[in-house]
C-alpha cells in the first residue's frame, strides 16, 4: 500500500517537476507529421532536367515558398526543449553573442536554399552568451515558441528565449 501511494505522489508530482526541466527534442519533432514538402514535386523527373531548364527553375522557387511557408508543430508552443545545432550569430554586444540562428545540420542557410521556417530556430538570449562563430555546435535550451521572423539567413518558424547554452561535444569521441 505505502508503494501504491509513493507511486501515485510521482506521478502527480511529475508534471510540477517537468516544468523546471528541458526535455530533449529532436528537429523532427518541430515538423507537424501530416507536412508532406515533397508531394507537390513526385510528379517531376529532377535527376533528367539541367539547372537551367525552366521546369527546374520553377520547381526551386516553388519549393523555396513552400520551405518559408513550412508550418510548425503546435504542441510545441512553450516547451521547455533542449536541443542540439549549429549556430549563425545574428546580434553581437562585443564578442559575446545574444541573438543567433539554431538549425539542425552544418552549413543551413550559408548555402542556398535554406531549410524550411519549421527547422530554423531564432534564439534570443537576455544576457550576452559567450563567443560564437557560424556554424559552432551547441545544446541549446530554453522556452520555444512559434513566431516567424525574417533573417538575412532565412525564415525561422520558431523563437527560442535561451536559458541554457553549452558547446556540443561528440559522445563519439569521448
Known sequence: MRRLLVALLLCIASPFQAADTYRETAWEELIPKDWDPAKEFRSLDLANMKDSDPRAMAALQRMKELWEQ????PSMAGRKVRLPGFVIPLERKGEEVVEFLLVPYFGACIHTPPPPANQIIHAVS???RGKMRSMDAFWVSGTLEIKR???A???AGYRLRVEQLQRYEDPLKK
Open 70 to 73: 513550412a508550418p510548425t508543430e
Open 126 to 128: 537576455a544576457k550576452p
Open 149 to 151: 521572423s525574417e533573417t
Open 153 to 155: 539567413w532565412g525564415r
